[in-house]
């Protein structure tokens, strides 16, 4: 079994990911922002869920946790993200800069800090592996110019994760991206077309499975590699 580190886990994605987890019999930390968050995410899945307190933009805060966390990490998986700024507010011609700024510290930013927050964890583990959670919006193969400061930031942190993934090449710790596809999430809107129980289910295999091979590439939810 493995210890697994997800961020963002008190709804969406982030949730399913640590329910298939805890179900597999995983140790599985998940974070959340706030006491009230801890508390609501251990009575939803059970006190085997251990919750850690921190914003991912609070580095400050992120380090002191993952220096608490004693053991070793296995998996880190980099979920928590924002859609960013209401959609007439994220427009090439009508941007809210500082809603762009924020999305870019939470789903840009954040990830490469908890990732370095936590590699003395991973490196104490024989296998260590880091996940981030992208998106189909990041794709540069499409022109579209709606919600563009989530799409700029997710398109951001794929060129980050591939650059980290080529700094731990070495240390033989794999990194890779993952697009979770349309999920019926509180941000995917009931219209989507994906359940997250089996989009967690997916992304949790593939973390199981992940080796060296495959460092600094682009998969779908059910395993298939993408293009950037």
């Given at each position: 079994?493995?210890t697994?580190?997800?961020?963002?886990?008190g709804?969406?994605i982030?949730?399913?990911?640590?329910?298939?987890a805890?179900?597999?019999?995983?140790?599985?930390?998940?974070?959340?922002?706030s006491?009230?968050d801890?508390?609501?995410?251990?009575c939803?899945?059970?006190e085997?869920?251990?919750?850690l307190?921190?914003?991912?933009?609070?580095?400050?805060?992120?380090?002191r946790?993952?220096?608490?966390?004693?053991?070793?990490?296995d998996?880190?998986?980099?979920?928590?993200?924002?859609?960013?700024?209401?959609?007439?507010?994220?427009?090439?011609?009508?941007?809210?800069?500082?809603?762009?700024?924020?999305?870019?510290?939470?789903?840009t930013?954040?990830?490469l800090a908890?990732?370095?927050?936590?590699?003395?964890?991973?490196?104490?583990?024989?296998?260590?592996?880091?996940?981030?959670?992208?998106?189909?919006m990041s794709?540069?193969?499409?022109?579209?110019?709606?919600q563009?400061?989530?799409?700029a930031?997710k398109?951001?942190?794929n060129?980050?994760?591939?650059g980290?993934?080529?700094?731990?090449?070495?240390?033989?710790i794999?990194v890779?991206?993952?697009?979770?596809?349309?999920?019926?999430?509180?941000?995917?809107?009931?219209?989507?077309?994906?359940?997250p129980?089996?989009v967690?289910?997916?992304?949790?295999?593939?973390?199981?499975?992940?080796g060296?091979?495959?460092?600094?590439?682009?998969?779908?939810?059910?395993?298939?590699?993408?293009?950037?």
């Amino acid at each position: 079994m493995s210890t697994i580190v997800i961020t963002g886990a008190g709804r969406g994605i982030g949730h399913e990911l640590a329910r298939a987890a805890l179900a597999e019999g995983h140790t599985v930390y998940g974070s959340v922002r706030s006491e009230a968050d801890a508390a609501k995410l251990q009575c939803d899945l059970g006190e085997a869920l251990m919750p850690l307190v921190f914003d991912v933009t609070d580095r400050a805060a992120v380090s002191r946790t993952a220096a608490s966390v004693a053991g070793p990490v296995d998996i880190l998986i980099n979920n928590a993200g924002i859609i960013g700024p209401r959609p007439e507010r994220q427009s090439p011609l009508a941007m809210d800069f500082d809603g762009f700024a924020e999305t870019l510290a939470i789903n840009t930013i954040a990830p490469l800090a908890v990732s370095q927050a936590f590699l003395p964890a991973l490196r104490r583990s024989d296998r260590g592996r880091i996940l981030t959670i992208s998106s189909q919006m990041s794709f540069m193969g499409y022109r579209k110019s709606d919600q563009i400061a989530y799409r700029a930031s997710k398109a951001a942190v794929n060129k980050v994760m591939q650059g980290l993934a080529t700094a731990l090449e070495d240390e033989k710790i794999p990194v890779v991206l993952v697009d979770p596809g349309w999920v019926k999430t509180d941000m995917g809107g009931p219209s989507a077309d994906l359940d997250p129980a089996q989009v967690a289910a997916g992304i949790l295999s593939l973390a199981e499975a992940l080796g060296m091979p495959q460092t600094g590439r682009f998969f779908l939810w059910s395993g298939q590699e993408r293009g950037f």
